[in-house]
Every structure is written in C-alpha cells, then in structure tokens.
C-alpha cells in the first residue's frame, strides 16, 4: 500500500472585520488555533490596538498523510480573543477544504494558494469578518507495510 506524505504549509497572513466583543469596551487581543486532523498549532495574540484588523505574518507547518482513514482533510481556523482575567473568547472560525488542494500536490508535485480570503462565521452561522492564509503541499511518497531488503539485508530504520 502506498501513502503520501508530506508537508502543508500555512501561511496565516492577517483578518479584517473581526466584532469587537468585549463588555468593558476594551479591544480584542486576536490569536487564531489553527487545527488539522488532530495537529493544532497556535498563532500568537495580536499586538495591542490591532484590534478588528490584526496582523500576524507567521507560517506553521502540518503533517500530511494521504489517503486517510476518515477522509477528512479540513483545516479549521479557530479565531479568539485573548482574556487575562477570564477564558478567551470565541471570535469565529473558517474552514478550509482541502482534499482536491492536496490530490493536485500529488499530482504536480506541489500546490500553492498563494494568500486569499476566507469568509469568518461566529457560531449563530453568520459572517464576522475575514482571515487572508496561503497554503502550499509537499508531498513525499514512502511505501508502508512492505519491507525493503538490500542485498539481504532488511531495511530496519524503524527499530530506532
């Protein structure tokens, strides 16, 4: 059986038109947790005064497998808003599909989405703003459940 690996990388840009939600009147300190089958990774909080249009500039990195077990391939970004004295607050999120995005890496040995707009929604499903990301898949392609012998010898790399 063959599966593909390889390497998504997130290029979190900025977002616009976040709600300020806070009840005291204070700004919101925006961060967002960027989440893919299971790996999350967290941006860090928006410089104060930021605000509804934070910038971030920060790139993550996520492991991909290819196919999956639940054929899901979604990255989900998770806005908040960073509280000091209570729980953030959920600001809204965007989620990205990914499965043709990852079939065309395979294919041409890369794929890009240069940075775009993805629509935000808070959780009564309505739009709250707009979060700009590019993307680009590596894949690498490795046989699993086969063991590769060299002139007798078993390839034993995964006894490390």
């Known amino acids: 059986m063959t599966t593909i690996f390889g390497i998504m990388e997130v290029n979190l840009v900025n977002a616009k038109g976040l709600k300020n939600n806070e009840v005291w009147g204070g700004g919101i300190d925006p961060y967002v947790l960027l989440q893919y089958r299971g790996q999350e990774r967290k941006s860090t909080t928006a410089r104060a005064g930021q605000g509804s249009k934070p910038e971030w500039n920060e790139k993550f990195n996520f492991k991909i497998e290819y196919p999956s077990t639940d054929g899901q391939y979604k990255l989900i970004l998770k806005l908040m808003d960073h509280d000091t004295f209570s729980s953030d607050d959920y600001l809204g999120e965007a989620t990205i599909y990914l499965k043709e995005f990852i079939e065309l890496g395979l294919e041409n040995g890369i794929a890009e989405i240069h940075p775009r707009k993805y629509s935000v929604v808070g959780s ?11 993307i680009t898949f590596t894949p690498k392609v490795c046989i699993l459940n086969e063991e590769a012998e060299y002139g007798g010898w078993k390839d034993s790399t995964d006894d490390y």
């Open 124 to 134: 009564d499903q309505c739009y709250c703003g707009e979060i700009q990301v590019g």
